[in-house]
């Protein structure tokens, strides 16, 4: 992790620890120079990246503000960090369905770049909500890159063990959203009939280096999904 990305880490964690509030002032940015002992270009780059996430907001004569302003139970579109990550004050519990190693489909080799060699985990898991059905997703990993996992960590949070437990560093995502009915199958895993209408998300995550790793399909129960999207700058 680069200097920079550490600082807005650090720096975004003492916003959460503290629960600092949408239009806090942060202290300014030679303190931020003297805290840290770094250049201020390193500073610079860090509250622009805490800018881009939408955790704070810079206004030029006046400071630094926090931004982050959450309604509770909602789920970030743009979050790189897995949804828990939102909803960490509430019970989040997974039913994992399915954990194997297997071969690629078509559709999994486009997305993870890989060829039909290359083994990928495989993994089938409801999510819920304090007792509630949020989700249920079909996960697919490169086995190259994600090179362990067991039915104790997709229990919990993948990402984190991704994070922690190998070390790997989780870049950038692209997401590809639809709208749908349910099938029976869908349905029942969700508790609900079919025909209801499902919010369907397709999800590839890179490492920083921009190599994918995770192809996902998650379909949320939409009587208790919500979501959140942070813009940054003008709409036109």
């Given at each position: 992790?680069?200097?920079?990305?550490?600082?807005?880490?650090?720096?975004?964690?003492?916003?959460?620890d503290?629960?600092?509030?949408?239009?806090?002032?942060?202290?300014?940015?030679?303190?931020?120079?003297?805290?840290?002992?770094?250049?201020?270009?390193?500073?610079?780059?860090?509250?622009?990246?805490?800018?881009?996430?939408?955790?704070?907001?810079?206004?030029?004569?006046?400071?630094?503000?926090?931004?982050?302003?959450?309604?509770?139970?909602?789920?970030?579109?743009?979050?790189?960090?897995?949804?828990k990550?939102?909803?960490?004050?509430?019970?989040?519990?997974?039913?994992?369905?399915?954990?194997?190693?297997?071969?690629?489909t078509?559709?999994?080799?486009?997305?993870?770049?890989?060829?039909?060699?290359h083994?990928?985990?495989?993994?089938?898991?409801?999510?819920?909500?304090?007792?509630?059905?949020?989700?249920?997703?079909?996960?697919?990993?490169?086995?190259?890159?994600?090179?362990?996992?067991?039915?104790?960590?997709?229990?919990?949070?993948?990402?984190?063990?991704?994070?922690?437990?190998?070390?790997?560093?989780?870049?950038?995502?692209?997401?590809?959203?639809?709208?749908?009915?349910?099938?029976?199958?869908?349905?029942?895993?969700?508790?609900?009939?079919?025909?209801?209408?499902?919010?369907?998300?397709?999800?590839?995550?890179?490492?920083?280096?921009?190599?994918?790793?995770?192809?996902s399909?998650?379909?949320?129960?939409?009587?208790?999904?919500?979501?959140?999207?942070?813009?940054?700058?003008?709409?036109?």
């Amino acid at each position: 992790m680069l200097k920079y990305q550490q600082i807005a880490n650090e720096i975004e964690k003492y916003i959460q620890d503290h629960d600092l509030k949408q239009g806090y002032k942060l202290p300014v940015l030679e303190a931020f120079i003297a805290q840290y002992g770094v250049s201020k270009s390193t500073i610079t780059k860090s509250l622009d990246l805490l800018e881009k996430k939408g955790v704070v907001f810079q206004v030029r004569g006046s400071g630094i503000f926090v931004r982050r302003h959450k309604r509770e139970g909602y789920v970030s579109l743009l979050s790189n960090q897995g949804f828990k990550k939102d909803l960490e004050d509430f019970q989040l519990t997974s039913k994992v369905i399915e954990l194997n190693v297997v071969k690629p489909t078509q559709e999994v080799m486009d997305n993870l770049n890989i060829g039909p060699d290359h083994d990928v985990y495989y993994v089938k898991r409801v999510r819920y909500i304090n007792g509630e059905t949020l989700c249920f997703e079909e996960s697919y990993y490169n086995k190259e890159i994600v090179t362990y996992l067991n039915k104790e960590i997709v229990s919990e949070s993948i990402f984190q063990y991704i994070r922690e437990g190998l070390g790997l560093k989780i870049g950038f995502s692209d997401l590809f959203l639809h709208a749908d009915q349910l099938s029976p199958e869908e349905a029942e895993l969700l508790g609900l009939e079919p025909g209801n209408p499902k919010f369907c998300i397709e999800s590839l995550f890179y490492l920083t280096n921009g190599q994918p790793f995770d192809f996902s399909k998650v379909t949320y129960n939409y009587k208790q999904s919500h979501f959140f999207i942070q813009v940054n700058g003008q709409l036109i």
